[in-house]
């Protein structure tokens, strides 16, 4: 008998808990597993057609929909995962009106830089914790953020499973081109103010022999006008074309100072692409400094990382075959066993 997993998010919508429930929809075991999940009308994405994928499509008005797929989904399943923090309340009335077991994941430390979107998400920072902990589970993607978050918001996690965003690696195909020198540094994201996009041109303006892309949703329109000569803002792209985009990338620079995990950075070790990233969400219990990446703790520092990589060619190379260890480490089928260990193990407790 399969185990009915509902999938609380919009997979064919772009937002990184969206994504990671359309990777899994698309590549949970369907011998084991029925899926059931959200889609919008009005989505970015086309919504997939996936064997062993149910899913409800909310029309218009959404505000209604929304609420109706959320009491189909949650009905028809055994375990549900709450991927998303909107209409919590009503989430945790129907798990306990039809008695079903839930888990969530913790996404991204929540300190001072994203603590109004999460306020404005679950209706007021009072309001922070109980939007986790109704689930009869909670994880963290790493210890440290486990416990800051606790500390702070009493929010609860599992101390035994650390639980990463569902990462798309299969997505990101290893570049065919030898990488022997850096020319071109990538930035990827959509929330480019939390993300610290700001520090990423101030780097564009002391390397002027390097290009500096700008891949995602701009803060506001125009933002990039009058951005130094050679940095270039591509705009948002899907995942294949980011995919063939990345073919002529050699760095990646994360230069978010919150975070809960670096997704990107182990889809663009996927291509082969090394990343540099701050240290303020404990990327080193995930990522060996120094070998599969570089984990910076100043912004002088992490200025001196990059020029270090592109004038050590030995030492870029080190670095690019690190990202084969990083990106066989959330090999997709290390994910899923990690997912359908905790469904199934919520199912049969």
Not at 101 to 116: A, M, P, T
């Amino acid at each position: 008998m399969k185990i009915k997993v509902f999938l609380y998010a919009h997979v064919n919508h772009i937002g990184a808990f969206n994504l990671s429930a359309l990777h899994l929809a698309q590549h949970l075991n369907k011998e084991k597993f029925e899926i059931y999940t959200l889609s919008l009308s009005n989505g970015s994405l086309t919504t997939p057609e996936c064997k062993g994928v149910k899913i409800f499509r909310c029309f218009y008005p959404a505000k209604v929909s929304n609420y109706l797929g959320i009491v189909w989904g949650i009905y028809n399943s055994d375990v549900v995962f709450v991927l998303r923090g909107n209409h919590f309340r009503f989430v945790r009335f129907c798990l306990f009106l039809f008695k079903k077991k839930s888990f969530k994941r913790q996404g991204n430390k929540i300190d001072d830089e994203i603590l109004g979107s999460i306020s404005s998400t679950v209706g007021g920072r009072q309001n922070i914790a109980d939007s986790y902990n109704f689930c009869t589970r909670v994880f963290s993607p790493t210890e440290s953020i486990g416990r800051y978050n606790f500390d702070r918001w009493g929010i609860k996690y599992d101390k035994t499973t650390f639980l990463p965003p569902f990462i798309n690696t299969s997505g990101f195909s290893l570049t065919s081109r030898e990488r022997n020198l850096v020319k071109n540094i990538v930035f990827v994201g959509n929330d480019m103010i939390r993300k610290n996009i700001s520090f990423f041109i101030k780097l564009s303006l002391s390397f002027h022999e390097i290009m500096f892309h700008v891949v995602g949703k701009e803060p506001s329109t125009g933002y990039f006008e009058g951005a130094p000569d050679n940095l270039i803002y591509h705009g948002p792209k899907s995942p294949d074309e980011l995919n063939d985009f990345l073919d002529d990338m050699d760095l990646h620079c994360l230069t978010s100072r919150s975070e809960g995990f670096g997704k990107v950075t182990i889809e663009l070790a996927a291509k082969g692409i090394p990343s540099v990233l701050f240290d303020d969400y404990a990327a080193y219990e995930w990522l060996e400094n120094g070998k599969e990446g570089v984990i910076a703790k100043t912004d002088c520092e992490y200025e001196d990382m990059v020029r270090k990589i592109i004038n050590d060619v030995e030492y870029y190379h080190k670095l690019q075959r690190g990202c084969k260890s990083l990106a066989e480490r959330f090999s997709m089928k290390n994910q899923l066993k990690k997912y359908e260990n905790i469904i199934s193990e919520l199912y049969t407790s």
